[in-house]
Each structure stands twice: as C-alpha cells, then as structure tokens.
C-alpha cells in the first residue's frame, strides 16, 4: 500500500507535470501527497569575530522565504482544486543542502517523487541531479521519476520490470509491488541473459517471474540481446514498442559523489527516459 508520497519541488519546468502524475497516483492510491517547498538559505559567513548579526542577512532570508510562501499559495491552490489529501510544506534549508532535506523527509514516506531533465537541458539536468542522488542512495525507500515531456499513465496498465540477480533489482520489484498490483501486465526483461548458476539460473527470468505470478499478477518473461546498445537504451526501447506505462529499475550508485558518480544505466535511464521509471537501491 501507497500511503504517503513525498514531492520535493526543484524549481524546474518539469515540476509540473511530476505534480499531476503524484495527483494522479494520490488520488488512485487513496494516499496523502507532500509537496516539499525547499528554501534555500546561505550560511552566513564568520568575520573576526565569529558569527556577526547581519541585517543584509536577515533581509535576505525574509525575502527568500516570502518567495517561498508566494510558490507554496499557488500549490496549495492546484491541491484543493485536485481534491485530494496533501500539504504544501516550506522547509528550510540552511546547514543541511535541499537535496539532503528532500531526502529526510522522504524517510517517513512510502515513496518520493521526482521531475525528471528534458534532454540536452543542461540546466534542469544539474538541478535535479542531486536531488534525485540523495533520495535514491538516503531516503530508505523508492524513487518514481516523471520526465517532463510524457503525460503518464498512472496506475500503470502495462509494466516493464529491468530483472538481474541483484539486490537493488529485488528492492525496486518489491518497492514497486503496489503498483504492478494494479497493471494489467507486466513484462520481465531480462537483457544479455547469462544461465548457469553465476548468472541468471537456468532459466533467466523464470524464477522471478513465478514469483510475480503467485502475487496474483500477469507476467511475461522478455530476454533481450542488446548488441550494440546500451542496457538503458535496450529497456527503453521495449518499453516503448510495448506501449508501457512504468519502468521498474535497481538504482546504482556510489554513496560518495552520489549526484553525478551514479551507475551507467542508472544515469542514461534517469536522463533518457519517456516514461515513468521506479528506482530503488
């Protein structure tokens, strides 16, 4: 069950359409949302004397947080207009970075939800990225990423599992469990399968797929060879031709240079993606 999703605003175009896919997920799943308004306040900087008071200071976070406050009141209002059940929080940041506060609160949440990067927006793509490092590898539970261009389905009718042998593959599957509950289908894939008891078993993708049946769900087996392509590019395709609606991925990382070290297929999928992607690690 989804009960609390959590939503921390980045400040970029896509925050937009991640807010209408959280509404939608909110509203099906019956869940509270909490959009997390983050106020960035610079540390002073000690003098001689230590911590000095600074008015110039003080006029700078008054002003930062009445800016803050203006965004929140248009949120509250897209809220009440959806219906559902949620809050606008303005949450300060001054010794801890936002990225860092996102991910706190992700912890008392079931899920957090995140813009993604058009392509080639440098910009966005800086923004979020350490966004999207904290609450992968710090907020303890799963991360949905909506890219800005798609309008997605959700629930999802049709699901794409990313399947490996793995911890961060197993963690996704079972963090995602409540929405491919509610998917019509759902397609293991399993890209350049390896038999044997080292690599996938002897049947790539049976044993994990037997699993997913006894949970009530409709499941289908995919291997794939990826030739030439990336493994990202390899699931992106099929879910495309698959006409799915959700992509189900362990999230790879390194705990330290979290933002930008993350794993090859982790980064090209949070950067290439069309439709919604559910990462965990």
Not at 145 to 170: M, N
Not at 232 to 247: M, V
């Amino acid at each position: 069950m989804i009960k609390d999703i959590v939503l921390p605003l980045t400040g970029t175009p896509g925050d937009a359409n991640a807010v209408a896919a959280a509404l939608d997920l909110t509203a099906a799943e019956d869940a509270h949302l909490a959009l997390l308004e983050l106020v960035n306040l610079p540390v002073p900087v000690p003098g001689p004397w230590g911590m000095v008071p600074d008015a110039s200071m003080a006029s700078l976070y008054d002003e930062l947080r009445a800016q803050s406050e203006t965004r929140a009141a248009k949120w509250r209002e897209k809220l009440k207009t959806a219906g559902v059940l949620g809050e606008v929080r303005v949450v300060e940041s001054l010794f801890v970075e936002p990225p860092r506060t996102a991910a706190i609160n992700a912890r008392y949440a079931d899920m957090s939800i995140i813009s993604g990067a058009a392509p080639g927006d440098a910009d966005s793509a800086a923004m979020i990225h350490p966004y999207f490092g904290e609450l992968l590898m710090e907020s303890g539970g799963p991360v949905l990423v909506i890219p800005p261009s798609s309008k997605p389905a959700l629930p999802a009718g049709h699901a794409v599992v990313a399947w490996r042998p793995t911890s961060e593959a197993a963690r996704a599957l079972r963090d995602a469990l409540p929405l491919l509950r509610r998917a019509a289908t759902v397609d293991v894939v399993v890209v350049d399968p390896r038999s044997g008891e080292s690599g996938d078993g002897e049947q790539p993708g049976a044993d994990i797929a037997n699993h997913l049946a006894r949970q009530g769900l409709k499941v289908s087996v995919v291997q794939l060879q990826r030739g030439s392509r990336s493994v990202a590019a390899t699931l992106l395709e099929h879910a495309r031709t698959s006409g799915a609606d959700l992509l189900v991925a362990g999230g790879y990382g390194h705990s330290r240079f979290r933002e930008w070290a993350l794993g090859g297929a982790t980064r090209e999928l949070l950067e290439s993606t069309h439709l919604p992607v559910l990462f965990s690690h």
